[in-house]
């Protein structure tokens, strides 16, 4: 499998990471995927604190025992839990975040993460301070790196002007198309890398994703996206499946080093590495996928 260098840092990853958040909770069909991603190529595992309160990072810790110096490991915080409430807080204090490290490490089995990142962000956060909890952890050798995860614009260019960032994760596919006009240009604009989570867009972006789409994605209607999902299969060429031209598309863009995709089970864990050893989307193939969709912009979330 191919990797790329992770913007500015030393990390270098797999161009198809795995997001851990739908592993579930059972060990026993968890821990058999994430061997199976390794095995395959993947060293790059994305979870967060938040995760089923913990126990996703737990699993990943277990399955990683003898094996860390494969994986290039990322976790997030952030998203503070209060005991006795549901729920979360939000929470991005410099204290809680050396707080919320101590935890992570414990869970994960390990004494250092590749990539911590801030799990969200406001521009009414105390970003100065967030950042001095991170510049912290990295001279103390808890974290190589750091990055924020967010699809806010405003937000992102505070972090790119104000942090030592090296990524930025941020929602990307066929049909969220947002980042290309004030993201991805920022971004590699300052050598930042992108990682380009849901990128079958809930599943939409799969062959039978017709059945998804009752619920509308984004500013696309329920009404119009069946017919939509027939012409984005109509367009793919074959022998190229249309979840493999959805997990190919974000890494058409420069600043993207990695597609972040989850599975569930080994079935589409197999599935999504299949879109690794297609070739990249040719510039026919770009052009088809970008006059069916719609550059949508961001509105709501600034």
């Avoid at 050893?277 to 970008?290: D, G, K, M, Q």
Wanted: aromatic fraction near 6%; include cysteine; charged fraction near 25%.
């Amino acid at each position: 499998m191919n990797r790329n260098r992770l913007g500015p840092s030393e990390l270098v990853i797999s161009e198809m990471g795995l997001g851990c958040m739908s592993l579930g909770t059972e060990e026993s069909k968890a821990i058999p995927i994430i061997h199976e991603a390794l095995e395959q190529g993947v060293n790059f595992l994305d979870t967060a604190d938040l995760y089923d309160a913990g126990r996703n990072e737990e699993i990943i810790g277990k399955a990683l025992r003898g094996r860390r110096e494969e994986v290039i490991l990322a976790t997030k915080v952030g998203n503070r839990r209060v005991p006795g409430r549901e729920g979360w807080v939000w929470d991005p204090s410099k204290a809680y975040i050396l707080s919320a490290v101590k935890e992570s490490l414990r869970r994960l089995q390990t004494d250092y993460i590749d990539l911590y990142q801030l799990h969200g962000g406001t521009l009414e956060d105390p970003i100065d301070e967030t950042i001095e909890a991170f510049e912290q952890l990295k001279r103390e050798g808890v974290i190589r790196y750091y990055g924020i995860s967010s699809i806010r614009p405003n937000v992102i260019r505070e972090y790119v002007r104000r942090s030592g960032i090296v990524s930025v994760m941020s929602q990307y596919s066929i049909l969220d198309r947002r980042p290309e006009e004030e993201v991805l240009p920022l971004l590699a604009q300052h050598g930042i890398g992108v990682l380009a989570r849901g990128p079958l867009a809930g599943g939409i972006l799969t062959e039978h994703g017709q059945d998804k789409a009752a619920r509308g994605y984004l500013d696309y209607s329920p009404g119009e996206l069946p017919a939509l999902h027939a012409r984005l299969l109509a367009g793919c060429q074959a022998p190229r499946t249309l979840p493999q031209a959805a997990l190919r598309y974000p890494l058409a863009a420069p600043a993207v080093a990695a597609v972040i995709a989850g599975a569930s089970s080994a079935e589409q864990l197999c599935g999504n590495l299949a879109a690794a050893s297609a070739p990249p989307l040719s510039a026919p193939e770009l052009t088809a996928l970008r006059s069916v969709s719609r550059a949508n912009r961001y509105t709501a979330h600034r």
